[in-house]
């Protein structure tokens, strides 16, 4: 079973950059999909981005084509979420999932907020 915990997020301008991390252990990182899915208040949780366990392959939700950019390290068990050109929209807590490519068993971690105000 893997663990992840995420970092990096806080509050930010419009218009500014902020990089997610999201950390895993406990299990083989390179057998995982990743994602970055992302709940805002009121709001269904929606994915953000995906990456698969070689990184040869990325998608991304519709919303943030252009502005993010997922990435991921496999020597050091981490995933990563750049995101650039902020806006308010963007507010929400956003979490990591990883996805055995496999058994499809998911596993989450515990979030971390990005606020994007002036």
């Known amino acids: 079973q893997v663990q992840l915990v995420e970092s990096g997020g806080g509050l930010v301008q419009p218009g500014g950059s902020l990089r997610l991390s999201c950390a895993a252990s406990g299990g083989v990182f390179g057998n995982y999909h990743m994602n970055w899915y992302r709940q805002a208040p009121g709001k269904e949780r929606e994915l953000v981005a995906r990456i698969i366990s070689t990184g040869s392959s990325t998608v991304y939700g519709d919303s943030v084509k252009g502005r993010f950019t997922i990435s991921r390290d496999n020597a050091k068990n981490t995933v990563y979420l750049q995101m650039n050109s902020l806006k308010p929209e963007d507010t929400a807590v956003y979490y990591c999932?990883?996805?055995?490519?496999?058994?499809?068993?998911?596993?989450w971690g515990q979030g971390t907020q990005v606020t994007v105000s002036s």
């Open positions: 999932k990883a996805t055995h490519y496999y058994s499809r068993n998911d596993y």
